[in-house]
């Protein structure tokens, strides 16, 4: 299949590739676009048949269900049987915005393979320009999961679907890079208090002041029997070709790491904030400056995707303080590194 990627900005042949995009969605195919967490792989969220090549395209396990894009805050009556009150007043704070709510989905509204089998869903309204552009055009739910090959980590540019997906989806509408480079917060309001099943953008700080106590599970208690849970969390994440572990943030335990790691014949790739530039290892990413979270996760995936154009062997990344957009960039990390953290 031939993979059409095109522009999408202010200028007036925009408006045809939306058309175009619109139209494909449509007939039933699938579409990346940009939103402001990572680009995501839509679909038209009632067409079974089309949310089905979401799952082909990306390789994603069909028990994993696919948040809902909308594109006006009172679609959400038409898919969601009781919006409880808490969600009400998340919507009015962070919609549009980077915040998934699971709710409860009214039956036969939605196609069955959005929800993998379950009785909620995840919805949210995205804030970018050429999503909300997208959805207004199409005036149609878009389920749309972050547009990666599964297991990899997310796109935050059109390059990086095209490394994933050239060959695979018909058409990428390319709208530069993604602002916050993380994927959205999930946040379940089906339980008392709310549960955070995936840390993001919007932290569990920002919530606590908005609607009071929510529980965000740390990586052990997540895999709890008694801990509620996002059925993709069991699948690998976010991982880069070479293994990754983590490491704390302290110039000289790496610098020791890498000594080790040579002289056991590794090339290393160091994922570091910027006070690292000066240390000596094979390949070095930046991920800004330590004391800006936001701009650490905005910086987290592309610094991983670059490791995969490397000869590194092995990937260190130095681990973060869990407050804030922290929680977000650890429990990425945790997952790529599958846990692993590289002792001296
Ligand atoms: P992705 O589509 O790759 O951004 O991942 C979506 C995340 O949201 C996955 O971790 C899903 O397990 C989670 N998710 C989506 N829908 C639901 C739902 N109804 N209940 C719980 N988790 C969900
Ligand atoms: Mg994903």
Redesign the pocket.
């Known amino acids: 299949m031939e993979t059409v990627c095109k522009i999408v900005d202010s200028n007036v042949n925009s408006q045809l590739n939306y058309t175009q995009a619109v139209d494909i969605l449509n007939a039933g195919e699938v579409v990346a676009f940009p939103t402001e ?2 680009y ?1 792989l839509g679909a038209v969220a009632t067409n079974d048949y089309a949310v089905k090549k979401i799952f082909e395209a990306k390789g ?1 396990p069909s028990d ?4 809902v894009h909308i594109g006006t805050k009172e679609e959400v009556e038409l898919y969601i049987e009781n919006i409880p009150e808490v969600a009400m007043k998340c919507m009015d704070l962070f919609w549009p915005g980077p915040l ?1 709510l ?2 409860p ?1 009214k039956p036969n509204v939605l196609a069955k393979s ?3 089998g ?1 009785n ?3 919805i949210r309204m995205p804030d970018h320009p050429v999503a909300l552009a997208l959805l207004h055009h199409i005036k149609k739910p878009l389920a ?3 547009a ?1 090959r ?1 297991g990899k980590p ?1 796109p935050t540019e059109a390059i990086h679907v095209k490394d994933d997906l050239q060959g695979y989806i018909p058409y990428i509408l390319d709208g530069g890079s993604t602002g916050i480079g993380l ?2 917060t ?1 946040l ?1 309001v089906t339980h008392e208090p709310p549960v955070i ?2 840390p993001g953008g919007i932290t569990k700080e920002m919530l606590e002041e908005a609607i009071g106590p929510v529980i965000q599970p740390t990586t052990i208690e997540q895999h709890m029997e008694s801990t ?6 069991k699948y690998t ?1 976010y991982a880069p070709n070479a293994p990754v572990y983590l490491i704390h943030c302290d110039k000289k335990k790496v610098e020791q790491a890498i000594q080790q790691l040579h002289s056991q014949g590794h090339k290393v790739a160091l994922l570091a904030p910027e006070s690292f530039v000066n240390i000596s290892v094979d390949y070095y990413f930046s991920i800004g400056v330590a004391a800006n979270k936001e701009e650490m996760g905005a910086a987290l995936y592309h610094a991983l995707r670059a490791c995969d154009k490397t000869q590194a062997t092995l990937i260190l990344a130095t681990t973060t303080s869990t407050e804030g957009v922290g929680a977000a960039i650890m429990n990425r990390l945790e997952k790529a590194a599958g846990g692993k953290w590289y002792i001296t």
């Open positions: 967490t990572v995501g994603r994993n269900p696919l948040i998934t699971v709710m989905v959005v929800t993998a379950l909620t869903v995840g749309a999961p972050s990666n599964s997310s994927e959205s999930v379940d099943l995936r509620p849970k996002a059925p993709g969390m994440h």
